[in-house]
Structure formats: C-alpha cells, structure tokens
C-alpha cells in the first residue's frame, strides 16, 4: 500500500461518519443547502488536497495539471478539470 492509499483510507473513513452528522446538523438549523452531485467524491478532493500540501510544488495548478492528471488518472478515472475541481 503507497501513501496515497493510506491518505484515501483515513480520509474515507472519516468522511463515512462526518458526512452524515454534518447533513444532519444542515437539516436541524434549517439552513438551506443544495448539495449538487459531483464526480468526485468529498473523499477523493480531500485526498488531492492533502497530498499537494505534502508536495513539493508550490502552487495547486501546476500539482493538478501536471502531476495529478497525468500520473494518478488511473487512482482518479473521474478526474475534472482544473476549473471544476476550483468549484
């Protein structure tokens, strides 16, 4: 197992019992939230963004251009674009 497995697992497992508690906490303070489908799911973003901090490139784009989608697509085969992944 490599790093970015590790990193996906804690992440996953974290999501699995936060994600629930937090929608439930949305619905409770009556707090409108439209949750939109993505293709990517809070798990995977959240892993990238961990792995760039721990990097060594210097800026998010460079990372996501040049590293993530061209060396990790087969870990992340719905990978956006770069502009998506901002949104």
Known sequence: MNNLDAIY????DFCLLFEPQWLKHLIESGEKQ?????????SEVMTILIAFN??????????????V???WRHYFPDLVSY?????
Do not use: A, E, N, W
């Not at 490139?57 to 590293?67: A, C, E, L, P, Q």
């Open 9 to 12: 697992l804690d992440v996953d």
């Open 69 to 71: 989608c061209q060396y």
């Open 54 to 67: 721990q990097s060594g490139y210097r800026d998010f784009k460079t990372y996501y251009t040049k590293f």
């Open 83 to 87: 502009t998506r992944m901002l949104k």
């Open 34 to 42: 439209r949750i939109k489908p993505s293709r990517l799911s809070s």
